[in-house]
Nanobody, 117 residues
Framework: QVQLVESGGGLVQAGGSLTLSCAAS????????MGWFRQAPGKERELVAT???????NYGDSVKGRFTISRDNAKNTVYLQMNSLKPEDTAVYYC???????????WGQGTQVTVSS
């Protein structure tokens, strides 16, 4: 069983930046891929970004060029640097982990990101 603990959410003005962190409780095959998803009120959950242990990344179209995902394998931690934030980025951001990017089996509790206009 892998536990994911997120931190770093909050309130920021449009155009600002935030960094989210997610620490996994263990280094196993179940954390080969880690990533971030988000869900806004009334909307479906969507991909933000994923990264493999080897560093291969994938981004959702709406965040390309503004967000950067990275990970520290020694710390079992994944980061999401969010720049040029927009009000439409407001959502609960969830950390996820899995054997591969397309199969996330573990989820964090979520952290709220609110971008004011």
């Amino acid at each position: 069983q892998v536990q994911l603990v997120e931190s770093g959410g909050g309130l920021v003005q449009a155009g600002g930046s935030l960094t989210l962190s997610c620490a996994a409780s263990a280094r196993t095959v179940s954390t080969n891929a880690m990533g971030w998803f988000r869900q806004a009120p009334g909307k479906e959950r969507e991909l933000v970004a994923t990264i493999t242990r080897g560093g291969t990344t994938n981004y959702g179209d709406s965040v390309k060029g503004r967000f950067t995902i990275s990970r520290d394998n020694a710390k079992n931690t994944v980061y999401l640097q969010m720049n040029s934030l927009k009000p439409e980025d407001t959502a609960v951001y969830y950390c996820a982990a899995g054997i591969r990017a397309g199969t996330m089996n573990y989820w964090g509790q979520g952290t709220q990101v609110t971008v004011s206009s």
